[in-house]
């Protein structure tokens, strides 16, 4: 599971009520069926109080996250629940990102319409497809066989055709891609996966959260020489990283 800081959460409320009182609905019959209209709805409200309201601002993220259906890459017993202010569970014990999260994330990597990403963790899909509206090319790699071959269906199916999805182990990154210019992890190794560093392009930004209890989102940026800075963003709680890293200890200073 992973989740916002309560810092984040206690924003929520005002903007919240506000909206709450600014449901106009247009009065002219729309073509578009009554379901579908009220999802957009639901996502529009989404953005306003649980993104806008804690401070994301890149317009191309928003409208990203206004348009990807979030309750299609749900369970169906959780479609009610999609919109809402939380991670949600999919297959294999994994668990979706809150939308704040995923949001934030996204606008952390700073991806332009030229570039390609590499993401970890693809769950779901549904960062995969979030990323897949701002980038060129998105790659991505699952770990657990299910989530990866049921997000790529899934992915396929609702045109999604600039995202590529892989099961195997991310900790290597995916060197025939390589370099990235922006790479997004999804799941918390308890430190930074060396080859995913070696496969940032120079410019290049990597969105991670780092820790095991105690965990810390990242961006680390390559400069053209090569050089990198580090820069904590928020406590965070993401499911573990998992695979080779989890066996091999951390290589001496
Ligand atoms: N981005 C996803 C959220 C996924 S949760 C979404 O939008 O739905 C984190 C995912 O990381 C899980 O599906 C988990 O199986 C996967 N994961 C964990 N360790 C991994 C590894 N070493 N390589 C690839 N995927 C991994």
């Known amino acids: 599971m992973n989740r916002a800081s309560g810092v984040a959460l206690s924003f929520l409320l005002a903007p919240l009520l506000a909206f ?28 306003e109080t649980q993104i806008v ?14 348009e990807v259906p979030r309750h299609l890459f749900v369970d169906s017993s959780q479609r009610e629940q999609a919109y809402g202010d939380h991670p949600l569970p999919i297959a294999g014990n994994q668990t979706i990102s809150q939308p704040f999260i995923v ?7 700073e991806i332009t319409p030229q570039e390609k990403v590499l993401e970890i963790g693809t769950g779901s899909g ?11 090319e998105v790659y991505s790699i699952e770990i657990v066989p299910e989530l990866a071959r049921e997000s790529a269906e899934r992915l396929r199916r609702l045109g999604y055709t ?3 999805v892989k099961e195997g182990d991310g900790y290597r990154g995916w060197s025939e891609h390589a370099p990235f210019d922006g790479i997004i992890v999804t799941a ?3 430190r930074i996966p060396q080859p995913l560093l070696d496969q940032l392009a120079p410019g290049g930004r990597m969105v991670i959260p780092v820790g095991s209890f105690f965990q810390e989102l990242k961006v680390l940026s390559k400069d053209k020489n090569g050089k990198i800075t580090e ?23």
Do not use: H, W
């Open 53 to 66: 309201a804690r401070g994301v601002r890149d317009p191309r993220v928003l409208a990203a996250m206004r």
């Open 162 to 164: 600039n995202v590529t």
């Open 103 to 109: 949001a934030l994330m996204t606008e952390l990597a």
């Open 20 to 47: 709450a009182c600014n449901d106009q609905r247009a009065s002219v019959r729309n073509v578009t069926p009554v379901t579908r209209d009220d999802e957009a709805e639901r996502r529009a409200r989404m953005v």
């Open 231 to 253: 820069k904590d963003i928020l406590p965070v709680r993401f499911v573990p990283f998992t695979g080779e890293i989890q066996k091999t200890p951390p290589a001496p200073e």
């Open 188 to 190: 918390a190794p308890d």
């Open 126 to 136: 549904y960062q995969s497809a979030v990323l897949s509206r701002l980038a060129k």
